[in-house]
């Protein structure tokens, strides 16, 4: 099955810098990349996917890159705000295993004012 | 908002008893899948349910079961509950490709 690997644990970075959580995922037949912020107490809240069709995608201050040939993919948080804060999961599927989610064991992000 | 709710939103339960936990999805979605969060770890595929019929499951024995309805409502039945199987759980509704979270049920069992 596919086994997807996400780094750091734990990230902190001040009010205003660029966050980044880098993920890789084992099964080259993975063509769908969702990341989710899960605030406490709430669910998995999607906040940009990628296909492997494309290389990055980009919505506002957030920006996904995806790396095939190297099995791996990039969550981007530019001029990052507090409520930002959050944990943040990578999962990758397949359309040929009707999208059944495996996810990374996240990211702790802690912006700080 | 995802249009996903689940119910209830916490419970308690004792080694050995039975639980069912409650999902209503989006109108319109005809999958639902149910994942299982552990306390500091990513949500783990438990199953998926596609047109009322089971559509995949992932690394958990037959004690956790499923059914869904076809007024977009499902259910999670968990026999037999063990400690281990304090978690988050959460419901997924789907139109086919990206999948939307509810809030999940908070199960501790003791």
């Known amino acids: 099955g596919e086994n997807v690997e996400q780094h750091p644990s734990t990230l902190s970075v001040q009010e205003g810098d660029s966050a980044v959580i880098k993920c890789t995922y084992s099964?080259?037949?993975?063509?769908?990349f969702p990341w989710y912020k899960q605030e406490l107490g709430k669910g998995p809240q999607l906040i940009i996917d990628?296909?492997?069709?494309?290389g990055e995608k980009k919505d506002q201050r957030i920006a996904v890159t995806l790396n095939k040939t190297a099995k791996h993919f990039s969550l981007h948080i530019t001029e990052t705000q507090p409520e930002d804060s959050a944990v943040y999961f990578c999962?990758?599927?397949?359309?040929?295993?009707?999208?059944?989610?495996?996810f990374g064991a996240g990211t702790t992000v802690t912006v700080r004012a | 908002e995802t249009g996903v709710t689940q119910s209830p939103t916490h419970l308690i339960k004792t080694r050995g008893q039975q639980v069912t936990l409650r999902c209503s999805s989006q109108?319109?979605?005809?999958?639902v899948s149910w994942y299982q969060q552990a306390l500091g770890q990513g949500p783990q595929f438990i199953f998926q349910?596609?047109?009322?019929?089971?559509?995949g499951r992932g690394n958990f024995p037959p004690r956790f079961s499923g059914l869904q309805f076809p007024n977009y409502s499902s259910e999670l039945n968990v026999n037999a509950l063990e400690l281990d199987d304090s978690a988050l759980y959460l419901c997924?509704?789907?139109?086919?490709?990206?999948?939307?979270f509810g809030p999940g049920t908070r199960l501790l069992v003791l």
């Open positions: 997924a509704s789907s139109d086919g490709e990206t999948q939307y």
């Open positions: 099964d080259s037949a993975s063509n769908y």
């Open positions: 990628i296909r492997s069709n494309v």
């Open positions: 999962a990758a599927s397949q359309r040929s295993n009707d999208y059944k989610l495996s």
């Open positions: 109108s319109g979605h005809n999958t």
């Open positions: 349910y596609y047109r009322e019929e089971e559509n």
